[in-house]
């Protein structure tokens, strides 16, 4: 079935440095790939998205690209800052059958002043 | 604001009772989505229905049942419940069907149970 593996967190990192988190995925067809952040406290909100292979999504400096090849979407941002803290969720959904929302597990960034 | 409503956001409550909570989705929207999140866990996808209909089930114990109702509101119910059922439960929106794109998060109810 589908699935989607993200990196193992945490993440720790100081700020201005580099982000990348691992997002890989299993799906038949043509998924539209997601990434959710989710603030302390708070519910998951959309960061970006790609709709179909080699678009790029990108939303507050935070970039991915859909690769079909390598079945990745690996986001990335060149640096981070104190407030991206939280935690990084990639999702994929396949618009046919159930529309079932599959989500990765998770990675938690923390950024260090 | 993400336009779902989720209650009620903190739940304090024993070992053995039941619980409902409820969410009332995105105007417009018709599609809901359940999820689980337990401390230190991902989120755990329990069930989903459009417009009325269960159209899939994850990981939902027998215990726990849903529904949706034709106002498109729905309800997590939580029956005979063990101290391991104390979690974060997110209900989610979207328009559904081969439109379905963005998910919209309530700020979700907190269960403790003791």
């Known amino acids: 079935g589908d699935s989607v593996t993200q990196m193992e967190g945490p993440v720790t990192l100081s700020e201005e440095a580099f982000l990348t988190i691992n997002c890989t995925y299993t799906?038949?067809?043509?998924?539209?790939l997601f990434w959710y952040v989710q603030y302390p406290g708070e519910g998951l909100q959309l960061l970006l998205k790609?709709?179909?292979?080699?678009d790029k999504g990108s939303n507050k400096g935070f970039e991915a690209t859909y690769r079909k090849e390598t079945t990745s979407f690996h986001l990335e941002k060149g640096s981070v800052q104190v407030s991206d803290s939280a935690v990084y969720f990639c999702?994929?959904?396949?618009?046919?059958?159930?529309?079932?929302?599959?989500f990765g597990t998770g990675t938690r960034l923390k950024v260090l002043a | 604001d993400s336009g779902v409503t989720q209650t009620p956001k903190h739940l304090i409550t024993a070992t053995g009772q039941r619980v409902t909570l409820r969410c009332s989705p995105r105007?417009?929207?018709?599609?809901v989505y359940w999820y689980q999140q337990s401390l230190d866990q991902g989120l755990q996808f329990l069930i989903q229905?459009?417009?009325?209909?269960?159209?899939a089930k994850g990981n939902i114990l027998e215990r726990f049942s849903a529904q949706q109702f034709p106002d498109l509101h729905s309800e997590l119910n939580l029956s005979s419940l063990e101290l391991g059922d104390s979690a974060l439960y997110f209900c989610?929106?979207?328009?559904?069907?081969?439109?379905?794109?963005?998910?919209?998060f309530g700020e979700g109810s907190r269960l403790t149970v003791l």
């Open positions: 989610a929106s979207t328009v559904g069907g081969p439109r379905t794109g963005e998910l919209f």
């Open positions: 799906a038949t067809g043509y998924p539209s």
């Open positions: 790609a709709t179909k292979a080699d």
């Open positions: 999702a994929l959904i396949r618009l046919s059958g159930t529309y079932k929302y599959i």
């Open positions: 105007s417009g929207d018709l599609s």
């Open positions: 229905y459009y417009n009325g209909e269960e159209r």
